[in-house]
């Protein structure tokens, strides 16, 4: 069975089963790396993707849920940004420039489900407060997003920083 999926702008048709979770697709047929395998529970954040209906957390979800819809992943932010801003071409969406400005990350493993979660807040909300921040990473989704390194406050102003680069 074929499943056709459009990600990071782009189609693609998948074989593997209807029940494979997402995760395993995009990282083992798409061979994208910017979602991670976490806890297998939807409950620390980093296989999180953009997907029509917002943020999702992609490693217990079936490839079957995401047909037909659009899928973005860390890979795919910076054409997201370009598309939005009708520019021909980008580097680095503004949000992993704050990333990189802010020296977010330590081991860096979060960072996925982190930058998607921003993602998602920036695009209904162009100013966040540090509370609607603090909110998005830890009360919004099945349940908050995991930074074992504890960069909490890099990743707030990190998103800060984001929504100053994206006005």
Known sequence: MTIELFVNSKKAEVTSSPDTPLLYVLRGELGLSGPKFGCGLEQCGSCSVLADD????????????????????VEGLPALWATDKKIRHVDLHPIQQAWI??????????????????????AGNANPSVSEIMAAFSTSGPSPHLCRCGTYDKIIKAVQRAAELMA
């Open 101 to 122: 400005e802010e020296q977010v990350p330590q081991c860096g493993y979060c960072q996925n489900g982190m930058m998607i979660t921003a993602a998602n807040l920036l």
């Open 54 to 73: 917002g943020a999702r957390r992609t490693c217990v979800k079936p490839v079957s849920d995401f047909e037909g819809q659009s899928i973005t992943t």
